[in-house]
Nanobody, 114 residues
Framework: QVQLVESGGGLVQPGGSLRLSCVVSGGIYSITVMGWYRQAPGKQRELVATISGSSTNYQDFVKGRFTISRDNAKNTVYLQMNSLKPEDTAVYYC?????????WGQGTQVTVYS
């Protein structure tokens, strides 16, 4: 069973940075794809970025600002978020896909305020 625990959210001003972490228990090596999603109030959850092996993909609205990475030795996936905007305000969720199963973390709140 894979378990995901996010951390690193918080309050930040526009233009600021945060780094989210997702600690994976249950075997990061067996996971095919890991990703970060977000859900703003009143909106549907949306994909932000994914990482599979050394391959990364980003949604257009975060390209050039966010970086996803993983450290297998620490069983951790990161989302470095720079140049944050108020529209980045959301609950950010870590996601993992292993075989045909999908796993979610509990989410961490990111609030960008001016």
């Amino acid at each position: 069973q894979v378990q995901l625990v996010e951390s690193g959210g918080g309050l930040v001003q526009p233009g600021g940075s945060l780094r989210l972490s997702c600690v994976v228990s249950g075997g990061i090596y067996s996971i095919t794809v890991m990703g970060w999603y977000r859900q703003a109030p009143g909106k549907q959850r949306e994909l932000v970025a994914t990482i599979s092996g050394s391959s990364t993909n980003y949604q257009d609205f975060v390209k050039g600002r966010f970086t996803i990475s993983r450290d297998n030795a620490k069983n951790t996936v990161y989302l470095q978020m720079n140049s944050l905007k108020p529209e980045d305000t959301a609950v950010y969720y870590c996601n993992a896909v292993r075989s045909r199963n999908e796993y979610w973390g509990q989410g961490t709140q990111v609030t960008v305020y001016s």
